[in-house]
């Protein structure tokens, strides 16, 4: 079970971090993305994190930033310049025998482990 939290909301331009506790997946097999879900519109992949390699969506590249904990046990991601169309719900996943770029490729709700979601308004 992944454990999340941060989120809430944000002016335009602003940043925020959302924090993933990963304490129970060894990330030495295991992929952990980033995703978001809009109102209305599909799940989509936002940044992905393997222990050797990170990739972005166009939605993230020179926005975000995901990073691991120093212990491995936590996965973050830092989102700045935030814009109104990155209002969603986020929700981090674990899934084994993929990488970042073919995780971040998948949509909807597909098998692997999520976290509960948390909720990100950018609005003035």
């Known amino acids: 079970q992944l454990v999340q939290s941060g989120g809430g909301l944000v002016q335009p331009g602003g940043s925020l971090t959302l924090s993933c506790d990963a304490s129970?997946?060894?990330?030495?097999?295991?992929?952990i993305g980033w995703f978001r879900q809009a109102p209305g519109k599909e799940r989509e992949g936002v940044s992905c994190?393997?222990?050797?390699?990170?990739y972005y969506t166009e939605s993230a590249a020179g926005r975000f930033i995901i990073y691991k904990g120093d212990d491995d046990n936590m996965v973050y991601l830092q989102m700045d310049s935030l814009k109104p169309e990155d209002t969603a719900v986020y929700y981090c996943?674990?899934?084994?025998?993929?990488?970042?770029?073919?995780?971040?490729?998948?949509?909807?709700?597909?098998?692997?482990?999520w976290g509960q979601g948390t909720q990100v308004t950018v609005s003035s």
């Open positions: 996943v674990a899934d084994l025998n993929t990488s970042p770029q073919t995780m971040c490729s998948r949509t909807g709700n597909f098998d692997g482990s």
């Open positions: 129970r997946f060894n990330l030495y097999l295991y992929v």
């Open positions: 994190i393997s222990m050797t390699r990170t």
